[in-house]
């Protein structure tokens, strides 16, 4: 997949080089350049599906590599509308996050937190229920040390009504029911630790 043959991107924040490379298909991005594209405003772009399409090959890698601003570019995917895209682009999303979050739990010292890579399948998604139900149905030892840290991790959020997901792409009251379920989920989760 490419840009589209007219994209422009932002002029103060890709060059022409930088924006030729999206247009231009099967030739490998520079790290950097993924990054910052799924990391910027989603209306740096004409069209935001066709820009994520473009780096997502080499996102995932980066994601599953450890990435510290995982949530910002998961903003990039849900402002795509990845999950409105054709059957099979969009389950390849779905598989990756669910083998993602899998991973995650299944990891002692996994190269990204299960706190951030939980709120980036959140992000990403605009949902709870399946990484909620991922992290039930995976409740071992390792993720039980991971629901140990992110609970130590969310300790303001779960005594406040702002929710750890700081790119939430969505309204403001969609973002607070998912906290909700969040919070509720937890506490059924802490007493029985």
Request: charged share 25%; proline share 6%.
């Amino acid at each position: 997949m490419t840009a589209q043959a007219g994209e422009a991107g932002c002029g103060r924040c890709f060059d022409e080089g930088e924006v030729e490379l999206l247009r231009t298909p099967d030739v490998p991005l520079p790290a950097d350049l993924v990054r910052r594209v799924a990391r910027k405003d989603p209306f740096h772009w004409d069209d935001r599906s066709a820009i994520i399409r473009r780096v997502l090959p080499q996102l995932v890698v980066v994601l599953a590599e450890g990435e510290t601003e995982s949530d910002l570019m998961a903003r990039g995917l849900a402002a795509a509308g990845w999950s409105h895209w054709p059957r099979e682009q969009a389950g390849a999303v779905t598989g990756f996050l669910d083998a993602w979050w899998t991973q995650t739990l299944r990891t002692k010292s996994p190269p990204t937190s299960a706190s951030a890579v939980f709120e980036s399948c959140v992000t990403a998604s605009s949902s709870v229920a399946p990484w909620l139900a991922r992290w039930e149905a995976e409740m071992c030892p390792i993720a039980r040390r991971h629901l140990a840290d992110s609970l130590d991790r969310w300790r303001e959020e779960l005594t406040s009504d702002d929710s750890p997901f700081t790119w939430w792409w969505g309204t403001e009251a969609e973002e607070q029911a998912a906290w909700q379920e969040v919070k509720r989920w937890l506490a059924v989760q802490a007493r029985a630790m």
